[in-house]
């Protein structure tokens, strides 16, 4: 049998596999739902894929982003100006920040932010994991963005953010830096760092800044039942604020008892804790304002500052560094300023003009303390502060420097001048159509009097009445830089003297602060002091700089010649311009010393009193400028209007008001005694070529009892001067009184005095003041002792006036009377009960007031 070759296997045709793509769905060989599951290689392939981009992200994110440096308003903190009674002037701040150690913060301060922010603060490592899912959970599904972030994290955007950064990016990197500032601060340090930079609404970072914004106490001071009202509104401070309504308060009600909730469930608190504590009333809020007198304070402040031989500190400094600055500033005083300056109308009839400059200010002699300083009304409204800023024409306040100068020449008090006016004084000159020409010198006066003439009078007189004509004789004596030279040692700024003539009537624009400084020297007697608003900065417990008064010049001025020229300035007040200052009494109502200048310009342009008591030198000052900014005749108002304001109007009774408010139980000091000696004859006003000093010869006699024009003549005959010095007698005008030196023997040539009569002194009148019927009592008895009039009280009754109430005055109102009479003022006793009529038993009230009228000239008093 053959062999065959077994039977070949039939091929079957093969379907090609199919390439697997990218997208491999619906998987092959499944069917139905199957088709789409994933297998599980895919779901570890993703997961592990999705774990090493997270790794790698993460890894990324943990090597490039290293804790970066806190942002430069995180260290800034708050400074605060102080007045010299310790009370707050004000705030210095880019933000409103004092930063607290933990230790310095009661305990519960820290814990009541954690049971409220982060209950797991002291055991996670800076980031809570749960938190992140649930809060990504919330904002993938549409539940609105929710934060996870813990205290840490917290801590780190307020540290390290700009504000509004909050994107996922912005989360995420947060996290990183929260894992790694709480590997490298510990738990305290990131407490402290959030309690001091949280934003807790009012203006207010940190606890200290809130606590004094909400409760007006420091941090350590707050209750538990306050800081948790605190840390209840952390979240939303501009609208939880209780301020802002019933509403915001029922939020932060609630707010407040979760937090003190959570506080009694960490034991913080007990629950009986909890249980009684009551809801904190928040003060009023009052956001920092410079308006007012405290913005013109503060700038004065923030440029006595930066000087680079003081304190030297930049603004930059003053804004962030925090410091704690105590001023010489009184607030009593202060305020007392502004209540002064604002007796000035401004609306109605009389009112003053919107340009007027107004300043005061105070300077303690002892120490160059400026202890008051007003120069405008409201700092928001205008900048300008007319007491530092603002100069003007000193006028007569800068006689004393020539009276002093003069003393310091060996000239007296007592020295007698020709007090006439007008006047020509060699060396007086005015440029007249390009020819120098000898100018025609006038004293104070009505206008086209051509000035009030005085006769021959002595320096005290001179000073008293601010004769010009004698001050200019004065200032030739002794020379214009001799004048300077005073002005400038007392502490006038050189720029703001000169070395002309006319130096002594003030013709150099002078700042206030300086003529106050200058003044204080008087009062200290002549020791110059420099004059400063700061005493003391501190940052926290370090010393950063203190007022030393290193560059005190003792007796910069002789003391026996201020002595002098003091008592001259007492004058002033006791008989001269500045008469209204005799007001100002010390507690025992016997009035206070008081010396002092007052001084206005041509024209009336500016107006001052300068004034000092031994423990305070006061300058009031007034100018205007016009529309265009030049200077400009002051605008009469008040009492004054329709006349003129020179310094014995307005400034005077402003200074006497003043200071009668801030001296009130103050110590009454006295000046140095002073003896005047007795009167000198004037000097012998250009006589003929005089005869040898040994020529002697008689005083005639028998001249007393003659008409002064006979005595005149016959002294004159005898080769000598005759000095008229007229005095209130009972004899008839014009008579010879006395001749001095009547009989002896004199040199040819010297001064004789001769008093002679002006007649009997009339009794001075005044009128009975209006406004008496109809007013009270003690307000009419007040009238009528300020106009020098004595007030008799008769009652009687009435059934339609109410007692007390004035029916009638008799004389009648506006009555010419001599001072001093007797006015009958009838008060109602009310209705018919039988009161005895008479002199009541009680005293009544009484003031007065003084001022001054004005005209034109060189200057005025």
Do not use: C
């Not at 159509?433 to 009097?449: C, H, I, M, Q, R």
């Not at 106009?787 to 339609?800: I, K, T, W």
């Amino acid at each position: 049998m053959a062999n065959r070759s077994p039977s070949p296997i039939p091929i079957w045709p093969q379907t090609p596999r199919r390439r697997r793509g990218i997208w491999n769905y619906p998987r092959p060989h499944r069917t139905g739902l199957r088709a789409w599951i994933p297998s599980w290689r895919v779901v570890v392939g993703t997961g592990l894929t999705l774990l090493s981009l997270g790794v790698g992200v993460f890894t990324a994110g943990w090597i490039g982003w290293p804790v970066p440096d806190a942002r430069a308003s995180i260290g800034s903190q708050t400074t605060t100006v102080y007045y010299a009674d310790n009370k707050v002037m004000g705030k210095f701040a880019a933000v409103d920040r004092t930063i607290r150690k933990l230790d310095e913060l009661p305990p519960y301060v820290g814990q009541a932010v954690i049971a409220s922010e982060d209950q797991g603060f002291e055991d996670h490592m800076g980031v809570d994991p749960l938190g992140i899912v649930r809060a990504a959970i919330s904002n993938v599904t549409g539940g609105g963005r929710q934060g996870a972030s813990t205290l840490t994290q917290q801590y780190v955007e307020n540290t390290y953010y700009e504000p509004g950064q909050s994107s996922y990016a912005d989360k995420f990197r947060e996290i990183i830096l929260a894992l790694k500032v709480d590997q490298e601060k510990t738990k305290d340090e990131i407490l402290e760092g959030y309690v001091n930079s949280i934003y807790l609404g009012r203006g207010a970072y940190g606890f200290e800044a809130a606590a004094k914004a909400y409760f007006n106490k420091p941090a350590a001071e707050l209750t538990v039942s306050e800081t948790a009202m605190l840390v209840g509104i952390i979240p939303s401070p501009s609208y939880w604020d209780p301020r802002f309504g019933e509403e915001s308060k029922a939020v932060a009600e609630q707010k407040w008892a979760r937090v003190l909730r959570n506080m009694a469930d960490m034991g913080y608190i007990t629950q009986e804790e909890r249980k009684s504590a009551t809801f904190p009333e928040p003060i009023e809020y009052k956001p920092a304002s410079r308006a007012g007198q405290v913005g013109y304070l503060l700038e004065e402040v923030r440029k006595e500052l930066a000087d680079p031989d003081g304190a030297n500190i930049s603004e930059e400094e003053l804004m962030t560094n925090g410091y704690e600055i105590h001023t010489t500033i009184n607030s009593k005083f202060q305020k007392a300023a502004v209540k002064a300056a604002n007796t000035i109308p401004y609306k109605g009839e009389g009112a003053a003009s919107k340009r007027l400059g107004v300043s005061i200010v105070s300077i303690d002699p002892k120490d160059g303390a400026i202890r008051a300083l007003y120069g405008g009304k409201n700092y928001e409204e205008v900048q300008f502060n007319s007491a530092t800023d603002g100069k003007a024409q000193g006028g007569s306040t800068f006689k004393p420097f020539t009276l002093i100068g003069a003393l310091e020449e060996d000239h007296e008090l007592n020295e007698y001048y020709n007090g006439n006016s007008p006047m020509q004084i060699p060396g007086w000159t005015e440029q007249v159509d390009g020819v120098e020409t000898e100018k025609e010198l006038t004293n104070f006066g009505p206008a086209g009097s051509g000035g009030e003439s005085y006769g021959d009078i002595d320096l005290v007189d001179a000073t008293a009445n601010s004769v010009n004509t004698v001050y200019a004789q004065l200032n030739v004596e002794i020379g214009a830089k001799k004048s300077q030279d005073v002005a400038i040692r007392a502490g006038i700024p050189k720029e703001a003297t000169n070395d002309e003539l006319s130096n002594v009537l003030g013709t150099s624009n002078v700042r206030p602060v300086d003529l106050a400084g200058a003044y204080a020297t008087f009062a200290a007697q002549g020791t110059r002091h420099e004059t400063h608003i700061l005493t003391s900065v501190k940052r926290g417990e370090e010393d950063v700089w203190q007022f030393s008064g290193e560059n005190t010049k003792k007796d910069i001025i002789d003391p026996v010649v201020m002595a002098k020229a003091t008592y001259a300035m007492e004058q002033v007040v006791n008989e001269g311009s500045g008469v209204p200052a005799k007001e100002l009494l010390g507690p025992d109502g016997k009035q206070r010393p008081v010396a002092g200048k007052t001084g206005s310009t041509n024209n009336n342009r500016s107006a001052w009193f300068a004034g000092y008591i031994p423990q305070l030198a006061t300058v009031v000052g007034l100018y205007q400028t016009s529309e265009k900014g030049g200077e400009e005749t002051i605008t009469p108002f008040g009492q004054w209007a329709g006349g003129s304001l020179t310094g014995g109007t307005w400034p005077v009774t402003a200074w006497t008001q003043y200071m009668q408010e801030i001296t009130k139980g103050m110590e009454v000091e006295e000046f140095p005694p002073y003896v005047p000696p007795a009167p000198k004859p004037s000097p012998t006003p250009t006589p003929s070529p005089t005869p040898s000093e040994d020529q002697m010869v008689m005083v005639p006699t028998g001249l007393v009892g003659q008409q002064f024009a006979a005595a005149a003549a016959a002294i004159s005959g005898a080769g000598l001067n005759p000095q008229l010095v007229e005095v209130p007698s009972d004899q008839p005008p014009s008579t010879v009184l006395s001749v001095e030196k009547e009989g002896q023997e004199v040199p040819r040539g010297s001064g004789i005095r001769v008093e002679v009569s002006t007649g009997p002194e009339q009794p001075e009148a005044t009128n009975v003041p209006g406004g008496l019927i109809g007013s009270s009592e003690g307000s009419a008895r007040g009238k009528l002792q300020g106009a020098g009039l004595e007030p008799v009280v008769q009652y009687q009754p009435s059934d339609d006036v109410r007692q007390g109430t004035v029916i009638d005055v008799s004389p009648g109102e506006g009555t010419q009377v001599e001072s001093g009479s007797p006015v009958q003022l009838i008060v109602s006793s009310g209705p018919d009960v039988g009161l005895p009529t008479g002199e009541p038993t009680g005293g009544g009230g009484g003031g007065g007031g003084g001022g001054g009228g004005g005209g034109n000239g060189n200057s005025s008093p």
